[in-house]
């Protein structure tokens, strides 16, 4: 019965521990950085016979909210930093951050605008529901007064509207601004706007101040005609701030697939861009969420061993082997060395049995010497020597064995001799 108990513990944890074929990552809307990235994670992690499910998303907010859900299946995806806050995230992890998100701030007029407390009363488009977007942008705009009930006079309007009806609004003049950042909008668009005339993009001159009050914003650097160096646009250096984007996955993520989606991430956003230097991403820089131990590990010591030098699924099925029975055998080595002495030691408990019968029997006779009562103990008595002839034995206890035969029969001689002496 042990032995199958152990054989079905094995095969439990041997699938148990088997990492899944597939992982469903939330993205971005279809034309968003977030789902073209998410795209690339898919191709790479196909190599290993690991498929990417991705699924579209508003963006950053809704991508924390499904992760957080219980209940929706989505165990990775990107996440906006600064979104966490007053939020239930007891149950997701920080595999690190994986790029800057810088956000773009498009507005009408030739007037140059430094300061979001200049668009109160004006028309704004921060992005559709749900995405990272929205949330930085009514934030930040309440942090500089920009308040939809105020002031009365002339109410600021915020619109909620995805970006390709926010970038037509705009250049026809129905809103002031728009508000972008990567989780949303496609680089295509942002692009469209710098090329555009009588559109210009604002620069955070008080960048600083930002990251000071805000931690985990970035300032960013748009330099002078870093995006058309014929066409000189930008015109001039602009400064922008930017949250980190933060791949988030549930606590209870294998962790080789862990190490797979870190290999995806240092290839993808490992290279240089025009915000970031090469290696800055991915990085374990800590928000919100904790960054995991298996992405702490990672970021130490790399890939393990197995994982390093072996194809994934043969790395996989040696650590699960490693994993179940390596401990199991640790564990039934001293146990097949304290068998045999459970065994011996049982063996002579039940020999002494008949030694504590014997001895209670043989007190007996020296205070019941009635004729009834000495019949009752020879009956007794001769239980005693029917089930001890039938004891099965190992060899290695015979002479126990015999002895205690032997003391069965002097029992037997005491027992017959007064018995006649009582007669």
Request: zero cysteines.
């Amino acid at each position: 019965m042990g032995i199958v108990l152990v054989a079905v513990l094995i095969v439990f944890l041997f699938i148990n521990s088997t990492p899944p074929k597939t992982i469903i990552m939330t993205s971005g809307d279809d034309n968003s950085m977030f789902y073209k990235i998410a795209d690339k994670y898919a191709k790479i992690l196909a190599r290993n016979s690991v498929k990417l499910k991705v699924i579209k998303s508003e963006g950053s907010l809704e991508n924390l909210e499904r992760l957080s859900n219980p209940s929706y299946r989505a165990d990775v995806g990107f996440v906006q930093s600064g979104l966490a806050k007053g939020r239930k995230i007891d149950n997701l992890v920080s595999l690190g951050s994986v790029a800057y998100e810088p956000l773009f701030v498009f507005y009408r007029g030739n007037k140059s605008v430094e300061f979001l407390s200049q668009f109160t009363g004006k028309k704004l488009a921060i992005g559709p529901d749900g995405s990272g977007t929205n949330y930085l942008a009514t934030n930040l705009l309440s942090m500089n007064g920009v308040e939809p009930e105020a002031p009365p006079e002339a109410p600021t309007e915020l619109w909620e509207m995805d970006d390709e009806e926010a970038t037509q609004d705009l250049l026809n003049g129905k809103v002031d601004a728009v508000f972008f950042m990567a989780d949303s909008a496609s680089s295509q668009l942002m692009r469209k706007l710098l090329h555009e005339p009588g559109i210009q993009l604002m620069s955070f001159t008080q960048a600083d101040a930002y990251t000071r009050r805000v931690g985990y914003l970035n300032k960013l650097m748009l330099p002078k005609g870093a995006i058309d160096f014929g066409k000189n646009v930008p015109d001039h250096d602009i400064t922008l701030i930017a949250p980190s984007v933060e791949l988030i996955a549930r606590s209870d993520l294998h962790p080789a697939l862990s190490d797979l989606l870190l290999e995806a991430a240092k290839e993808i956003h490992g290279r240089a861009t025009l915000f970031q230097g090469r290696g800055e991403f991915p990085a374990p820089l800590e928000h919100e969420f904790r960054i995991s131990d298996d992405a702490t590990r990672y970021y130490k010591s790399g890939k393990t061993f197995l994982y390093r030098y072996f194809p994934f699924w043969m790395a996989s099925l040696i650590n699960r082997i490693l994993v179940v029975f390596l401990p199991i055998v640790l564990i039934l080595i001293p146990g097949m060395r304290v068998i045999p002495a459970i065994y011996r030691w049982g063996t002579k408990m039940r020999i002494y049995r008949w030694y504590r019968q014997l001895l209670a029997l043989e007190q007996s006779m020296i205070t019941q010497t009635g004729a009834d009562q000495q019949k009752e103990l020879l009956a007794r008595l001769d239980q005693i020597v029917q089930t001890v002839d039938s004891m099965k034995v190992p060899a290695s206890f015979a002479d126990q064995f015999y002895v205690l035969r032997g003391h069965v029969g002097f029992v037997r001689a005491r027992l017959l001799e007064r018995k006649t002496t009582n007669y």
